[in-house]
């Protein structure tokens, strides 16, 4: 209650009615909460980890061991945890039947550690395949075979302790045709299904995604994400849940965030916004400062994109996972920005008001 009303007396201050206050409440009568705050008032006892469904960031094993800043914010505000690049297949997979392991190894150790959920990122995805693969030449059964070994191996390494993955990743163009892939062009669109069984074989509890970016804007890819889905549970395929990556922009409308996370809610499967972060400079402006407008711009995407997740049942909303920590970590470098809740010296944004806002609404 000092707090408010110390905050209210400086926003008073500072817009010149200081007489004012004087004889005005709530200043003279510290006992009586304001029937609303000012509109600028951050919400400091709140914390992502009061959200209504769990909120987490894509992290890097480096910056957590070496970054103190870094590290007290994902123990802080996070509840789990996507390791960004550590379990691409370009990380762990060394040669045939040769991996590396202390990345994701640790992420998943300190994630037990600290009470959090991780979330695997990602086992089939057009990119980031490792030379040995892009260069292999077999027959489709052989390539189903590598792919049968290597999601075996990862997904059984941590049964049990990684509680959902992205199975298959972008596997669709924005015009809704299947991108073709190294997996495509040599098993055919089946890839996906084979996938998702063989995940489900290594880790039968394991709750597995499609994931992709552009159902908010392609009503021709969130169409055939959602036949892809629907049509494989038909079949008893054990697809469990659709990741929407969003990384959006300031102008993307609410309209846009709702009606394709409804969508992805209709398929009947859990929903995740999988990579999150709100572009403020999409124009790519080599001048561009965050201004206060802007802030606010960036907040109403933030709180819009909470609101559209509540609006589906609560059993099928798995989170908000954002894709970096702090601005300064995004990987938007291509020109300045400022996409995440948490500025480049981990100070809290409007962005994060955005999103505690809707808690308990
Ligand atoms: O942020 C990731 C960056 O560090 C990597 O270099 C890149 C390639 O592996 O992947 C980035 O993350 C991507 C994610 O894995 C899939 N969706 C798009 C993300 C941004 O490119």
Known sequence: ??????????????????????????????????????????????????????????????????NRMYAEVVQEEMSSITPENALKMGALSKGHGSYFWDDADYLVEYAADHQMRVHGHTLIWHTDIPGWVTRYSGTREEWIALMQEYIHEVVGRYQGRIASWDVVNEAFNDDGTYRKTIWYENIGEEYIRLAFEFAHEADPAAILFYNDYGMEYSAAKREAICTLVKDLRAEGVPVHGIGLQMHIDMYRSASDLKASIQAAADCGVWVHVSEMDVACNPEKKTDFTFTDKIAQQQKASYQAMSEALLSIPADQCFGITFWGVCDVHSWLTSAPDAPLPFDSNFEKKPAYDGLTGTFGK
């Open 1 to 66: 209650m000092q707090t408010i009303a110390f905050l209210f007396l400086l926003s008073c201050v500072s817009c010149g009615a200081k007489d004012d206050l004087i004889e005005e409440p709530p200043y003279e009568e510290p006992n009586e909460q304001p029937d609303e705050l000012p509109e600028e008032q951050p919400q400091t006892t709140t914390t992502f980890k009061d959200a209504p469904y769990l909120i987490g960031c894509a992290v890097v094993p480096s910056l957590l061991q070496n």
